[in-house]
């Protein structure tokens, strides 16, 4: 069974600092990870994912993640935080070999940008 | 816009009635999922179908149900409806459901009320 455990459900940075937000996971398989975006009274918008390759991802809105398999870790970063960043941030991981599951989900972390 | 289209928006019902929840996956997509969104749940997987098939099933509850018709939309029915049914009910549609350029798009949710 696969789990994700972000830390820290509020995290709150001043406009033009660095966002990182903690992600980690349990998987039996190489899994695939996700990073989602929410914001209110709206669905989720993928801002980046690993599958295979390069441990280094690029995402949208300047967000990126490293993969991490020593440390079942998928951290997202941002070198500089913008007031509309503020949202709803959930990392998601899926069984990628097998295929045929949902998306497991953590329970969040409500990012607060700070003027 | 993710391409993923869900009706209705927001929808109230009494306790034990039946309602359902249609989406319309981004076209070319053959799998859809759908996910519950709840304060004390969080975000959790309840089914996929993949071309009209169910593929995999997550925490769905007995009294809800789900299909797939031939032109790639799919409902989720839920039945005899109880106070912590309501929630915000998800669909997303991916390509396939594995590989490399697997990713889920959502849709934006309806959000059900249950008095």
């Known amino acids: 069974a696969q789990s994700v455990t972000q830390l820290g459900s509020h995290v709150s940075v001043s406009e033009g600092a660095l966002v990182l937000l903690r992600c980690n996971y349990s998987?039996?398989?190489?899994?695939?990870l996700f990073w989602y975006v929410q914001y209110p009274n709206q669905g989720l918008q993928l801002l980046l994912k690993?599958?295979?390759?390069?441990?280094l991802v690029k995402g949208i809105n300047g967000f990126e993640a490293e993969f991490k398999k020593s440390e079942t870790s998928f951290h997202l970063t941002k070198p500089s935080a913008h007031m509309s960043d503020a949202a709803e941030y959930f990392c998601?991981?899926?069984?990628?070999?097998?295929?045929?599951?949902?998306?497991?989900f953590g329970k969040g972390t409500h990012l607060i940008i700070q003027p | 816009d993710s391409g993923v289209t869900q009706t209705p928006k927001h929808l109230i019902t009494a306790t034990g009635q039946r309602v359902t929840l249609r989406c319309s996956p981004r076209?070319?997509?053959?799998?859809v999922y759908w996910y519950q969104q709840s304060l004390d749940q969080g975000l959790q997987f309840l089914i996929q179908?993949?071309?009209?098939?169910?593929?995999a099933k997550g925490n769905i509850l007995e009294r809800f149900s789900a299909q797939q018709f031939p032109d790639l939309h799919s409902e989720l029915n839920l039945s005899s409806l109880e106070l912590g049914d309501s929630a915000l009910y998800f669909c997303?549609?991916?390509?396939?459901?594995?590989?490399?350029?697997?990713?889920?798009?959502f849709g934006p949710g309806t959000r059900l009320t249950v008095t």
């Open positions: 179908y993949y071309n009209g098939e169910e593929r």
């Open positions: 998601a991981v899926s069984d990628g070999t097998g295929g045929a599951d949902g998306l497991t």
């Open positions: 997303a549609s991916s390509r396939g459901d594995r590989g490399p350029t697997y990713e889920q798009y």
């Open positions: 690993y599958t295979t390759g390069a441990t």
């Open positions: 998987s039996s398989v190489p899994p695939y």
């Open positions: 076209s070319g997509d053959l799998s």
